[in-house]
DNA sequence: TACATAACGTTATATTATAACAATATACGA
DNA sequence: TCGTATATTGTTATAATATAACGTTATGTA
C-alpha cells in the first residue's frame, strides 16, 4: 500500500482545528474543541494527532507538549523542523532556513551515528517582548 | 546573591543517582529510587531537578521527558545543548561540537530574534542496532 | 467476495508535573 | 551577631499528559 493519501475523518477534524489556530495547541484542548464534531476521548485525538504528525502535517513541540500545523508548503521534511520560541508570549514559529536545514541533515558527528531525524527548538524573546 | 556554589541536601542526593545512570532516567524512577535516602514526594525530586537543571548540572531529554547528568565538564552552556538518541535502544549521548554550537549559537532567522538558547535532538540507529 | 490494514469507539488507567500551604535553613549585609 | 531576604524543605492533594486493552467498523486491494 502507498503512503496515505487522504485523510480520515478524525483526522481532519483535528487537522482542521489546528490549522486555524496559528499556533501550537495542547491536546487537551483540542479534545474539548472538537467535542461538538463528535470526537469524545482523548484517545481519539492523540491517535489523529500521531497521525498526522506522522505524515508532518502537524509538528510536536517538544518543551512545550503542544502541537502546531506545518506551514512549510514544502514540508516534506517532517523529520527535519526547527522552532522559535518566545519564552515570553509563547510565540512559536516554524524555521524554513535552507542553510539550517542542509547543515543539520548533513550533520555527522564522531560516533559515525548517522541521523534520519531532527528536532531543534530555539528559545528567546521576540521583538514584542524584547521591547517592553 | 551570586549564582549558588553549592548543592542542597536533596539536589546531591538526585544529581548522585542522575551522575550514576549513564542514561537519561525519569523523574518517577529517580523518586523510586531515593526513596531509601529521605525523599518522599515528587514534588521534592520535580524541584532538585529543575535547579540542577538550572544550573546545566543536568539535561532534559525533552522528547523523552527523562534527565540525563551533562557529560560536558566545560558545558557551562547548559543553554545550547545536543543530543543523538538511538530509536533502537533509546541510548542518548550528549553531543559536544564546537563546530556545532558555534553554528547555532551564531544562528539568525529572518525574523531578527536573537537567541539565548537552544535545544536540538537527533534521531537514527546507533551502529549496534543499524546491524540487528 | 475475501482478506489485510487502518481507523474507530469506549472504559479504565498509567505517567508526568504542579498548586498550595506551612515550616526550616542559609546567606549576607548592617 | 542580629535581622531579613531568599532558598529549600516537607506534605497532601490534584492537574495535565498520554497509553493499554478490547472489540467493532470502515477501507483498499487482489
Ligand atoms: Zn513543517
Ligand atoms: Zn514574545
Ligand atoms: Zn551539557
Ligand atoms: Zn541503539
Known amino acids: 500500500m502507498q503512503k496515505q493519501q487522504h485523510l480520515s475523518k478524525n483526522q481532519?477534524?483535528?487537522?482542521?482545528?489546528?490549522?486555524?489556530?496559528?499556533?501550537?495547541?495542547?491536546?487537551?484542548?483540542?479534545?474539548?474543541?472538537?467535542?461538538?464534531k463528535g470526537l469524545k476521548a482523548p484517545l481519539q485525538v492523540y491517535r489523529a494527532l500521531d497521525k498526522l504528525v506522522e505524515i508532518g502535517k502537524i509538528h510536536k513541540i517538544e518543551s512545550r507538549n503542544a502541537f502546531v500545523a506545518c506551514k512549510n508548503s514544502n514540508c516534506v521534511v517532517s523529520n527535519a523542523t526547527a522552532f522559535s520560541i518566545c519564552e515570553g508570549c509563547e510565540k512559536v514559529t516554524e524555521i524554513n532556513n535552507s542553510k539550517l536545514s542542509k547543515y543539520l541533515g548533513n550533520f555527522e558527528d564522531s560516533s559515525g551515528m548517522k541521523y534520519s531525524k531532527y528536532n531543534l527548538e530555539f528559545f528567546g524573546l521576540c521583538k514584542k517582548c524584547k521591547n517592553k
Do not use: R
Open 12 to 36: 481532519k477534524i483535528v487537522l482542521d482545528h489546528v490549522e486555524k489556530a496559528n499556533q501550537p495547541l495542547k491536546a487537551y484542548s483540542i479534545l474539548y474543541n472538537v467535542q461538538k
